[in-house]
């Protein structure tokens, strides 16, 4: 079965925004840790209005022992994701 990349792009849509309150309150519990891990991954972001791919970033963050056990196992993280930054001009 072949899906259009608008109906795909749909579905993740609608599923961020089902998940939506699930995140805000992952992100609520693990920033209520004492200790707070975080990540910084580059990703490569293609933009089809763009001519080359970017650099994007994502964030991922995992509370201390007591947060992460207490949510979910292994680790319990949340990420944000970052747009690329704009060039400046001069």
Request: aromatic residues 8%.
């Amino acid at each position: 079965m072949e899906l259009t990349d608008q109906t795909l792009c749909g579905w993740m849509v609608r599923c961020a925004q089902l998940l939506a309150p699930l995140y805000q309150r992952l992100k609520r519990f693990v920033l209520a840790s004492k200790v707070v891990g975080t990540d910084d991954t580059p990703v490569t972001v293609l933009d089809r209005k763009l001519p080359q791919a970017r650099k994007g970033r994502i964030w991922s963050y995992v509370g201390d022992r007591d947060y992460v056990a207490a949510w979910a196992a292994p680790t319990g993280p949340f990420s944000a994701a970052t747009a690329p930054a704009k060039p400046r001009r001069s």
